[in-house]
């Protein structure tokens, strides 16, 4: 097995945890299914944005100015209440 460097491996495990959570996202609408499995892969996924700012890979402050930038984005070209 090919060996991955610690920053490959940890960009590989979140982009299969983002694709597991829009997979069960997507049981929820097509399935009417509840939420249980969306709260465990949405905790996997948050793990995972955890890891990467504890190793420096990410700046929490920055992740939260772009989440505030994302709201006020949703507030003009959404219809949802936030």
């Known amino acids: ?13 979140l982009m299969e945890e983002c694709s597991e959570l ?33 190793k420096g890979y990410i700046d929490w402050g920055n992740v939260s100015l772009c989440a505030s930038a994302k709201r006020e984005k949703l507030k003009q070209w959404s219809n949802l209440n936030v």
């Open 1 to 13: 097995m090919n060996q991955l460097s610690e920053r490959d491996e940890m960009l590989v495990i």
């Open 22 to 54: 829009a997979i069960e996202a997507s049981k929820i609408l097509r399935f009417n299914k509840g939420n249980q499995l969306l709260e465990s892969e949405a905790g996997d996924l948050l793990c995972m944005l955890q890891l990467l700012e504890e």
